[in-house]
Nanobody, 124 residues
């Protein structure tokens, strides 16, 4: 059983930056692909980014390409999401998730473990 705890959310002005962290415990972190998802009020949870087990492969949704960077530190059992040039439409609860699949996709079905989420609010 893998436990995930996100941190780093907050309130920021448009154009600003935040760095989210997700600390994992209870499993072998390097065996999991990791993803970030977000959910805005009244909307479905949507994929943001995914990183492979080793960190060598990364994939982003088009809306965040060039602004967000996903990374991981397997020695620290932590995955990060650096968010730059934030926009009001990035406002959401952000969740990290762990997948045992080597090539996890953008589908929530691929992820077995989820954190509780951290709120990101971008003001205009």
């Amino acid at each position: 059983q893998v436990q995930l705890v996100e941190s780093g959310g907050g309130l920021v002005q448009a154009g600003g930056s935040l760095r989210l962290s997700c600390a994992a415990s209870g499993g072998t972190f390097s065996r999991y692909a990791m993803g970030w998802f977000r959910q805005a009020p009244g909307k479905e949870r949507e994929f943001v980014a995914r990183i492979s087990r080793s960190g060598g492969d990364r994939y982003y949704v088009d809306a965040v390409k060039g602004r967000f960077t996903i990374s991981r530190d397997n020695a620290k059992n932590t995955v990060y999401l650096q968010m730059n040039s934030l926009k009001p439409e990035d406002t959401a609860v952000y969740f990290c998730a762990a997948s045992p699949k080597a090539y996890a996709t953008r589908s929530t079905d691929d992820y077995d473990y989820w954190g509780q989420g951290t709120q990101v609010t971008v003001s205009s």
